[in-house]
Protein backbone atom coordinates (compact mmCIF):
# COMPACT_ATOMS: atom_id res chain seq x y z
CA UNK A 1 0.00 0.00 0.00
CA UNK A 2 1.27 3.56 -1.21
CA UNK A 3 1.19 6.27 1.26
CA UNK A 4 1.55 10.00 1.10
CA UNK A 5 5.33 11.41 1.97
CA UNK A 6 4.83 12.14 5.63
CA UNK A 7 2.13 10.19 6.63
CA UNK A 8 1.87 7.73 9.83
CA UNK A 9 1.40 4.47 9.19
CA UNK A 10 1.15 2.10 11.96
CA UNK A 11 1.98 -1.24 11.16
CA UNK A 12 2.04 -4.73 12.64
CA UNK A 13 4.79 -4.34 15.23
CA UNK A 14 5.12 -0.19 15.25
CA UNK A 15 4.41 3.10 14.23
CA UNK A 16 6.43 4.45 10.40
CA UNK A 17 6.62 7.98 9.11
CA UNK A 18 9.09 8.89 6.25
CA UNK A 19 9.02 12.94 5.25
CA UNK A 20 9.63 14.92 2.25
CA UNK A 21 13.07 15.58 3.31
CA UNK A 22 13.76 11.98 2.87
CA UNK A 23 13.73 12.02 7.46
CA UNK A 24 12.22 8.46 9.00
CA UNK A 25 10.92 7.31 12.00
CA UNK A 26 9.79 3.54 13.60
CA UNK A 27 8.55 3.15 16.49
CA UNK A 28 8.74 -0.72 17.24
CA UNK A 29 5.87 -2.08 19.58
CA UNK A 30 7.05 -2.39 23.34
CA UNK A 31 9.69 -5.92 23.97
CA UNK A 32 8.99 -6.59 19.52
CA UNK A 33 12.00 -7.47 17.86
CA UNK A 34 12.21 -8.58 14.26
CA UNK A 35 11.97 -7.22 10.55
CA UNK A 36 9.87 -4.47 10.13
CA UNK A 37 8.53 -4.85 6.42
CA UNK A 38 10.60 -3.44 3.26
CA UNK A 39 9.53 0.21 2.67
CA UNK A 40 10.09 1.28 -0.89
CA UNK A 41 10.15 5.28 -1.47
CA UNK A 42 9.60 7.15 -4.69
CA UNK A 43 11.19 10.40 -5.05
CA UNK A 44 10.24 13.69 -6.93
CA UNK A 45 11.79 12.25 -9.73
CA UNK A 46 10.55 9.63 -10.21
CA UNK A 47 13.12 7.11 -8.93
CA UNK A 48 12.29 4.31 -6.26
CA UNK A 49 14.83 2.77 -3.53
CA UNK A 50 14.32 0.54 -0.31
CA UNK A 51 14.59 1.17 2.97
CA UNK A 52 15.34 -2.13 5.81
CA UNK A 53 14.72 -2.00 9.50
CA UNK A 54 15.81 -4.49 11.57
CA UNK A 55 14.82 -4.57 15.51
CA UNK A 56 17.38 -6.85 17.42
CA UNK A 57 16.36 -8.53 20.38
CA UNK A 58 17.68 -7.43 24.11
CA UNK A 59 17.34 -8.80 27.44
CA UNK A 60 14.59 -7.11 29.52
CA UNK A 61 15.04 -6.88 33.10
CA UNK A 62 12.40 -8.76 35.17
CA UNK A 63 9.76 -6.76 36.90
CA UNK A 64 8.99 -8.35 40.42
CA UNK A 65 6.45 -7.36 42.96
CA UNK A 66 6.75 -7.47 46.78
CA UNK A 67 4.36 -9.54 48.11
CA UNK A 68 2.91 -10.21 51.64
CA UNK A 69 0.01 -12.30 53.23
CA UNK A 70 -2.10 -11.36 56.61
CA UNK A 71 -3.48 -14.90 58.05
CA UNK A 72 -4.96 -15.32 61.40
CA UNK A 73 -3.47 -17.34 64.58
CA UNK A 74 -3.49 -20.99 63.32
CA UNK A 75 -4.59 -20.90 60.03
CA UNK A 76 -2.27 -21.72 57.22
CA UNK A 77 -0.58 -19.08 55.05
CA UNK A 78 -0.65 -19.99 51.26
CA UNK A 79 -0.13 -18.02 47.84
CA UNK A 80 2.62 -17.68 44.67
CA UNK A 81 4.86 -15.34 45.13
CA UNK A 82 5.22 -15.69 41.24
CA UNK A 83 1.68 -14.52 39.98
CA UNK A 84 2.76 -10.43 39.97
CA UNK A 85 5.70 -10.87 38.79
CA UNK A 86 6.69 -10.90 34.97
CA UNK A 87 9.53 -11.46 32.25
CA UNK A 88 8.76 -10.98 28.77
CA UNK A 89 11.76 -12.40 27.79
CA UNK A 90 11.90 -15.44 30.07
CA UNK A 91 9.86 -18.50 32.16
CA UNK A 92 10.22 -17.25 35.57
CA UNK A 93 10.64 -19.61 38.81
CA UNK A 94 12.75 -19.37 42.07
CA UNK A 95 15.63 -20.66 42.39
CA UNK A 96 16.09 -19.75 46.14
CA UNK A 97 15.25 -17.71 48.93
CA UNK A 98 16.32 -16.45 52.26
CA UNK A 99 15.28 -16.02 55.65
CA UNK A 100 16.78 -15.05 59.09
CA UNK A 101 19.58 -14.09 57.34
CA UNK A 102 20.23 -17.77 55.79
CA UNK A 103 20.16 -19.15 51.61
CA UNK A 104 18.21 -21.98 51.08
CA UNK A 105 16.87 -24.07 47.77
CA UNK A 106 13.38 -23.77 46.88
CA UNK A 107 11.70 -26.07 47.60
CA UNK A 108 13.40 -26.77 50.69
CA UNK A 109 10.94 -26.79 54.01
CA UNK A 110 12.36 -24.52 56.75
CA UNK A 111 11.40 -24.82 60.00
CA UNK A 112 11.56 -21.25 61.91
CA UNK A 113 10.79 -20.44 65.57
CA UNK A 114 7.19 -19.98 64.90
CA UNK A 115 6.32 -22.12 61.95
CA UNK A 116 7.52 -24.13 59.22
CA UNK A 117 8.25 -22.32 55.59
CA UNK A 118 8.41 -23.71 52.51
CA UNK A 119 8.49 -21.69 48.82
CA UNK A 120 9.08 -23.99 46.02
CA UNK A 121 10.42 -23.14 42.71
CA UNK A 122 6.96 -22.56 40.81
CA UNK A 123 6.58 -19.67 43.25
CA UNK A 124 4.14 -21.56 45.47
CA UNK A 125 4.84 -21.26 49.75
CA UNK A 126 3.10 -22.49 52.08
CA UNK A 127 3.94 -21.06 56.55
CA UNK A 128 1.96 -23.41 58.71
CA UNK A 129 2.61 -21.42 62.23
CA UNK A 130 2.50 -23.07 65.30
CA UNK A 131 -0.18 -23.46 67.40
CA UNK A 132 -1.63 -20.61 68.78
CA UNK A 133 1.02 -18.15 67.90
CA UNK A 134 0.51 -14.76 65.90
CA UNK A 135 3.75 -12.41 64.98
CA UNK A 136 5.36 -10.80 61.94
CA UNK A 137 7.16 -13.77 59.94
CA UNK A 138 10.97 -12.65 59.04
CA UNK A 139 10.69 -11.15 56.02
CA UNK A 140 11.51 -13.65 53.15
CA UNK A 141 13.47 -12.16 50.31
CA UNK A 142 13.17 -14.87 46.76
CA UNK A 143 15.52 -14.87 43.78
CA UNK A 144 14.25 -15.37 40.31
CA UNK A 145 16.11 -17.70 37.64
CA UNK A 146 16.44 -14.14 35.96
CA UNK A 147 18.79 -13.21 39.58
CA UNK A 148 16.23 -10.78 40.72
CA UNK A 149 15.20 -10.33 44.30
CA UNK A 150 11.60 -9.35 45.47
CA UNK A 151 10.14 -9.94 49.15
CA UNK A 152 7.79 -12.33 51.06
CA UNK A 153 6.08 -10.76 53.95
CA UNK A 154 3.75 -12.69 55.99
CA UNK A 155 1.42 -11.67 59.42
CA UNK A 156 -0.04 -13.82 61.51
CA UNK A 157 -2.72 -12.24 63.73
CA UNK A 158 -4.31 -12.71 66.93
CA UNK A 159 -7.82 -14.23 67.21
CA UNK A 160 -10.00 -14.78 70.99
CA UNK A 161 -10.01 -18.33 71.87
CA UNK A 162 -12.39 -19.83 73.83
CA UNK A 163 -13.01 -19.33 77.16
CA UNK A 164 -12.61 -22.44 79.22
CA UNK A 165 -15.46 -23.80 81.37
CA UNK A 166 -16.28 -24.22 84.19
CA UNK A 167 -18.13 -26.56 86.32
CA UNK A 168 -18.82 -26.66 90.13
CA UNK A 169 -19.07 -30.63 90.70
CA UNK A 170 -20.94 -30.25 93.79
CA UNK A 171 -23.53 -28.97 92.74
CA UNK A 172 -24.21 -32.21 91.43
CA UNK A 173 -27.69 -30.94 89.70
CA UNK A 174 -26.71 -27.47 88.24
CA UNK A 175 -29.57 -26.11 89.77
CA UNK A 176 -27.26 -23.18 91.39
CA UNK A 177 -27.78 -24.28 94.50
CA UNK A 178 -25.68 -26.83 97.11
CA UNK A 179 -27.39 -28.70 99.05
CA UNK A 180 -26.68 -30.64 102.17
CA UNK A 181 -26.81 -34.00 100.54
CA UNK A 182 -24.92 -32.29 97.84
CA UNK A 183 -21.79 -30.58 100.41
CA UNK A 184 -22.15 -33.73 102.71
CA UNK A 185 -20.36 -32.53 105.42
CA UNK A 186 -16.97 -31.08 103.17
CA UNK A 187 -15.29 -27.76 103.41
CA UNK A 188 -14.45 -27.70 99.66
CA UNK A 189 -16.09 -27.23 96.72
CA UNK A 190 -14.95 -29.35 94.02
CA UNK A 191 -14.48 -27.88 90.31
CA UNK A 192 -13.59 -29.06 87.01
CA UNK A 193 -12.37 -26.29 84.40
CA UNK A 194 -12.40 -27.53 80.58
CA UNK A 195 -9.68 -26.90 78.53
CA UNK A 196 -11.38 -27.31 75.03
CA UNK A 197 -11.52 -24.53 72.65
CA UNK A 198 -9.15 -22.69 74.55
CA UNK A 199 -6.10 -23.08 72.72
CA UNK A 200 -4.26 -23.87 75.60
CA UNK A 201 -0.79 -25.67 75.45
CA UNK A 202 1.62 -27.32 78.05
CA UNK A 203 3.30 -24.07 79.52
CA UNK A 204 0.21 -22.22 79.39
CA UNK A 205 -1.01 -20.48 82.84
CA UNK A 206 -4.76 -21.44 84.04
CA UNK A 207 -5.51 -18.71 86.64
CA UNK A 208 -8.87 -19.70 88.63
CA UNK A 209 -10.05 -17.14 91.33
CA UNK A 210 -6.71 -16.25 91.40
CA UNK A 211 -4.88 -19.69 91.76
CA UNK A 212 -2.39 -20.06 88.85
CA UNK A 213 -1.60 -23.56 87.29
CA UNK A 214 0.80 -24.11 85.10
CA UNK A 215 -0.38 -26.74 82.48
CA UNK A 216 1.02 -29.85 81.90
CA UNK A 217 0.74 -32.17 78.86
CA UNK A 218 -0.84 -34.37 80.68
CA UNK A 219 -3.53 -31.42 81.37
CA UNK A 220 -4.00 -30.65 77.35
CA UNK A 221 -4.16 -34.31 76.91
CA UNK A 222 -6.94 -34.52 79.50
CA UNK A 223 -9.05 -31.65 78.30
CA UNK A 224 -9.53 -30.48 81.95
CA UNK A 225 -7.77 -29.55 85.58
CA UNK A 226 -10.02 -30.91 88.34
CA UNK A 227 -9.61 -28.99 91.74
CA UNK A 228 -10.95 -28.07 95.23
CA UNK A 229 -11.93 -24.38 96.73
CA UNK A 230 -12.88 -23.26 100.58
CA UNK A 231 -16.35 -24.06 100.35
CA UNK A 232 -18.07 -20.66 101.59
CA UNK A 233 -20.72 -20.06 104.65
CA UNK A 234 -24.11 -20.88 104.67
CA UNK A 235 -25.96 -18.91 102.59
CA UNK A 236 -23.06 -17.26 100.69
CA UNK A 237 -22.41 -17.80 97.22
CA UNK A 238 -19.10 -19.08 95.25
CA UNK A 239 -18.60 -17.57 92.01
CA UNK A 240 -15.61 -19.75 90.09
CA UNK A 241 -13.38 -17.65 87.30
CA UNK A 242 -10.89 -18.68 85.17
CA UNK A 243 -9.21 -18.03 82.49
CA UNK A 244 -5.91 -19.50 80.27
CA UNK A 245 -2.39 -17.13 79.56
CA UNK A 246 -0.46 -18.26 77.26
CA UNK A 247 3.37 -17.70 76.51
CA UNK A 248 2.90 -14.46 74.65
CA UNK A 249 0.05 -12.98 77.68
CA UNK A 250 -2.77 -13.37 75.51
CA UNK A 251 -5.47 -14.16 77.68
CA UNK A 252 -8.80 -15.96 76.77
CA UNK A 253 -11.73 -15.09 77.58
CA UNK A 254 -13.56 -15.74 81.33
CA UNK A 255 -15.10 -18.54 82.04
CA UNK A 256 -17.64 -19.02 85.20
CA UNK A 257 -19.85 -21.02 87.26
CA UNK A 258 -21.70 -20.07 90.71
CA UNK A 259 -23.79 -21.78 93.42
CA UNK A 260 -24.89 -20.82 96.35
CA UNK A 261 -24.31 -22.96 99.64
CA UNK A 262 -27.91 -23.83 101.04
CA UNK A 263 -27.53 -26.79 103.50
CA UNK A 264 -30.62 -26.11 105.77
CA UNK A 265 -33.41 -28.24 105.95
CA UNK A 266 -37.33 -26.70 105.74
CA UNK A 267 -39.44 -27.52 108.64
CA UNK A 268 -42.68 -29.22 108.16
CA UNK A 269 -45.34 -30.52 110.24
CA UNK A 270 -48.00 -33.33 109.63
CA UNK A 271 -51.69 -33.60 111.53
CA UNK A 272 -53.40 -36.47 110.91
CA UNK A 273 -56.86 -36.88 112.75
CA UNK A 274 -56.35 -38.78 116.02
CA UNK A 275 -59.64 -40.77 115.91
CA UNK A 276 -62.20 -40.44 112.85
CA UNK A 277 -64.97 -42.17 111.06
CA UNK A 278 -64.03 -40.78 108.16
CA UNK A 279 -62.14 -43.31 105.98
CA UNK A 280 -60.56 -40.41 103.20
CA UNK A 281 -59.32 -37.55 106.24
CA UNK A 282 -58.71 -34.36 105.56
CA UNK A 283 -54.15 -34.04 106.01
CA UNK A 284 -53.09 -30.94 107.61
CA UNK A 285 -49.65 -29.37 108.21
CA UNK A 286 -46.88 -26.19 108.25
CA UNK A 287 -44.29 -25.94 106.41
CA UNK A 288 -41.58 -22.98 106.14
CA UNK A 289 -40.46 -24.19 102.65
CA UNK A 290 -41.87 -21.47 99.93
CA UNK A 291 -45.23 -20.82 98.49
CA UNK A 292 -46.00 -23.49 95.79
CA UNK A 293 -43.76 -26.13 97.13
CA UNK A 294 -44.59 -28.94 96.72
CA UNK A 295 -45.91 -31.77 100.05
CA UNK A 296 -45.98 -34.94 99.25
CA UNK A 297 -48.02 -37.47 101.68
CA UNK A 298 -47.41 -41.01 101.85
CA UNK A 299 -50.22 -42.69 103.64
CA UNK A 300 -50.34 -46.52 105.17
CA UNK A 301 -53.28 -48.47 105.98
CA UNK A 302 -53.70 -50.99 108.64
CA UNK A 303 -53.82 -53.15 105.85
CA UNK A 304 -50.35 -52.15 104.63
CA UNK A 305 -52.10 -50.38 101.56
CA UNK A 306 -49.94 -47.40 100.40
CA UNK A 307 -50.94 -44.29 99.06
CA UNK A 308 -49.38 -41.50 97.70
CA UNK A 309 -50.65 -37.77 97.20
CA UNK A 310 -49.42 -33.86 96.48
CA UNK A 311 -50.58 -31.06 97.42
CA UNK A 312 -48.79 -27.30 97.38
CA UNK A 313 -48.08 -24.83 100.35
CA UNK A 314 -50.23 -22.22 100.62
CA UNK A 315 -49.51 -18.45 100.92
CA UNK A 316 -49.80 -18.65 104.68
CA UNK A 317 -47.61 -21.68 104.93
CA UNK A 318 -50.16 -24.57 105.42
CA UNK A 319 -51.25 -27.07 103.26
CA UNK A 320 -53.77 -29.63 102.86
CA UNK A 321 -55.55 -32.16 101.11
CA UNK A 322 -57.79 -35.09 101.19
CA UNK A 323 -56.73 -38.48 101.33
CA UNK A 324 -57.54 -40.68 98.03
CA UNK A 325 -58.15 -44.03 98.50
CA UNK A 326 -60.59 -44.66 101.42
CA UNK A 327 -58.37 -46.39 104.12
CA UNK A 328 -58.82 -49.41 105.94
CA UNK A 329 -60.10 -49.51 109.56
CA UNK A 330 -57.83 -49.45 111.96
CA UNK A 331 -54.75 -47.48 112.67
CA UNK A 332 -52.81 -45.49 110.19
CA UNK A 333 -49.89 -43.47 109.14
CA UNK A 334 -49.01 -40.33 107.14
CA UNK A 335 -45.50 -39.05 106.49
CA UNK A 336 -44.90 -35.45 105.04
CA UNK A 337 -42.07 -34.63 102.97
CA UNK A 338 -41.20 -31.38 101.22
CA UNK A 339 -38.23 -30.39 99.85
CA UNK A 340 -36.60 -26.54 99.35
CA UNK A 341 -35.38 -25.26 96.00
CA UNK A 342 -31.56 -26.39 96.95
CA UNK A 343 -32.53 -29.87 97.25
CA UNK A 344 -32.78 -30.10 101.13
CA UNK A 345 -35.78 -31.92 102.27
CA UNK A 346 -37.72 -32.52 105.61
CA UNK A 347 -40.26 -35.04 106.44
CA UNK A 348 -42.14 -35.05 109.61
CA UNK A 349 -45.14 -38.17 110.34
CA UNK A 350 -48.28 -38.78 112.26
CA UNK A 351 -50.57 -41.67 112.94
CA UNK A 352 -54.38 -41.96 113.34
CA UNK A 353 -57.29 -44.15 113.54
CA UNK A 354 -60.52 -45.45 111.88
CA UNK A 355 -63.16 -46.52 113.59
CA UNK A 356 -66.26 -46.84 111.60
CA UNK A 357 -67.63 -49.05 113.51
CA UNK A 358 -70.63 -47.89 116.04
CA UNK A 359 -69.93 -48.78 120.17
CA UNK A 360 -72.77 -48.30 121.98
CA UNK A 361 -72.55 -46.12 125.34
CA UNK A 362 -73.27 -48.18 128.64
CA UNK A 363 -75.80 -47.12 130.76
CA UNK A 364 -75.94 -47.74 134.78
CA UNK A 365 -78.35 -47.10 137.60
CA UNK A 366 -77.24 -44.94 140.36
CA UNK A 367 -79.20 -46.51 144.36
CA UNK A 368 -80.08 -49.47 143.06
CA UNK A 369 -80.10 -52.56 145.60
CA UNK A 370 -78.51 -55.83 145.06
CA UNK A 371 -81.71 -57.12 143.80
CA UNK A 372 -81.67 -54.92 140.43
CA UNK A 373 -85.17 -53.87 141.41
CA UNK A 374 -85.62 -50.15 142.48
CA UNK A 375 -88.11 -50.52 145.38
CA UNK A 376 -90.08 -47.00 147.14
CA UNK A 377 -87.00 -46.13 148.93
CA UNK A 378 -84.81 -46.24 146.35
CA UNK A 379 -86.77 -43.95 143.93
CA UNK A 380 -86.80 -40.44 144.34
CA UNK A 381 -89.08 -38.52 146.07
CA UNK A 382 -89.78 -36.85 142.16
CA UNK A 383 -90.41 -40.43 141.08
CA UNK A 384 -86.88 -40.79 139.18
CA UNK A 385 -83.98 -42.60 139.26
CA UNK A 386 -80.56 -41.49 137.64
CA UNK A 387 -78.65 -43.21 134.74
CA UNK A 388 -75.52 -42.37 134.08
CA UNK A 389 -74.27 -43.30 130.67
CA UNK A 390 -70.96 -43.56 129.72
CA UNK A 391 -69.83 -43.40 126.44
CA UNK A 392 -68.35 -45.28 124.06
CA UNK A 393 -64.78 -45.17 122.55
CA UNK A 394 -64.22 -43.55 119.73
CA UNK A 395 -66.91 -40.56 120.42
CA UNK A 396 -66.00 -37.23 119.75
CA UNK A 397 -67.19 -33.55 120.91
CA UNK A 398 -70.13 -32.94 118.51
CA UNK A 399 -71.20 -36.13 118.24
CA UNK A 400 -75.17 -36.19 119.16
CA UNK A 401 -75.93 -38.16 121.82
CA UNK A 402 -79.77 -39.47 122.11
CA UNK A 403 -81.13 -40.91 125.49
CA UNK A 404 -84.73 -42.49 125.60
CA UNK A 405 -86.55 -45.04 128.39
CA UNK A 406 -87.70 -48.40 127.74
CA UNK A 407 -91.32 -46.12 126.32
CA UNK A 408 -89.12 -44.94 123.81
CA UNK A 409 -89.68 -41.78 125.42
CA UNK A 410 -86.74 -39.02 124.45
CA UNK A 411 -84.61 -38.26 128.11
CA UNK A 412 -81.96 -36.59 125.90
CA UNK A 413 -80.82 -35.40 122.25
CA UNK A 414 -78.13 -33.11 122.28
CA UNK A 415 -73.68 -32.50 121.08
CA UNK A 416 -71.38 -34.40 123.51
CA UNK A 417 -69.21 -32.23 125.31
CA UNK A 418 -66.13 -32.63 126.19
CA UNK A 419 -67.25 -33.16 129.92
CA UNK A 420 -69.76 -36.25 128.95
CA UNK A 421 -66.28 -37.82 127.08
CA UNK A 422 -64.37 -36.97 130.45
CA UNK A 423 -67.21 -37.67 133.39
CA UNK A 424 -70.16 -39.70 131.91
CA UNK A 425 -73.79 -37.95 131.41
CA UNK A 426 -76.59 -38.34 134.22
CA UNK A 427 -80.16 -38.52 133.38
CA UNK A 428 -83.22 -38.62 135.35
CA UNK A 429 -85.34 -41.74 134.24
CA UNK A 430 -89.04 -41.62 135.89
Known amino acids: QSYAAGTEVTLENGVLVLNADGSYTFTPNENWNGNVPVITYTTNTGITATLTIEVTPVDDVSVLVNDSNTVAEDTVATGNVLDNDGDVDSDLSVVSFEVNGQTYPAGTEVTLENGVLELNADGSYTFTPNENWNGQVPVITYTTNTGITATLTIEVTPVADGAPTVIINTDTNDDGFISNEELNGATEINVTIGLDNTGAQAGDTLIVNGIEIVLTQEDIDTGSVNLNLPAPGEGEEIEVVAVVVDSNGNTTPEGS ?38 VTLIIIDSEGNEQTITTIVNPDGTYEVDVIDPLAEGSYTVVAEVTDPAGNSATDSDDGIVDVTSSAPTVEFSGMGSDGIFNSDEIGTDGTVTATVTLATGTQVGDTLIVTDGNGNTLFNGPVTQDMLDNGFDVEVP
Open 257 to 294: DSAIIDTTPPVITVDAPALTNDTTPTITGTTDAPVGST
